[in-house]
C-alpha cells in the first residue's frame, strides 16, 4: 500500500496562512488524482481540492479564491497554499491520492491528517 506523509499543518490566526504537503512514501506507476479533505469536530469528512495528472482543479465553493492546490509530479507531492484563512477552516486535513502501483495493481491511500486551527 502506498504511504502519504503530511506536514505543514499548526496554530494561525485568522487572516493568516498556511501550506501543507504531502508526499507519497513508495515507488509509483502513476498518480491519478490527489487531493485534499477535510474533517472538521462533529462533522463529515468533505473535499476541499483535488488536482489530476493534468493539473485539472477543483475546489470547494467555501475556498474557491483562496486556497490553491498544485503537484509536483516528480516527487509525487501534492501542496494546499491556504491564505485568508477563517475560524471555519478550522479541522484536520487529509490527504488523498489514487492510481497505480504496477501495471495492474491500483492504489487509493490516505495521509494520517494534520491539524489546522485558525483562532486569535
Known amino acids: 500500500q502506498v504511504q502519504l506523509v503530511e506536514s505543514g499543518g499548526g496554530l494561525v490566526q485568522p487572516g493568516g496562512s498556511l501550506t501543507l504537503s504531502c508526499a507519497a512514501s513508495?515507488?509509483?506507476?502513476?498518480?491519478?488524482?490527489m487531493g485534499w479533505y477535510r474533517q472538521a469536530p462533529g462533522k463529515q469528512r468533505e473535499l476541499v481540492a483535488t488536482?489530476?495528472?493534468?493539473?485539472?482543479?477543483n475546489y470547494a465553493d467555501s475556498v474557491k479564491g483562496r486556497f490553491t492546490i498544485s503537484r509536483d509530479n516528480d516527487k509525487n507531492t501534492v501542496y494546499l497554499q491556504m491564505n485568508s484563512l477563517k475560524p471555519e477552516d478550522t479541522a484536520v486535513y487529509y490527504c488523498?491520492?489514487?492510481?497505480?502501483?504496477?501495471?495492474?495493481?491500483?492504489?487509493?491511500?490516505w495521509g494520517q491528517g494534520t491539524q489546522v486551527t485558525v483562532s486569535s
Open positions: 488523498n491520492a489514487e492510481g497505480k502501483t504496477s501495471r495492474y495493481t491500483r492504489f487509493n491511500s
Open positions: 513508495r515507488n509509483i506507476y502513476v498518480i491519478y488524482t
Open positions: 488536482i489530476t495528472s493534468g493539473a485539472t482543479t
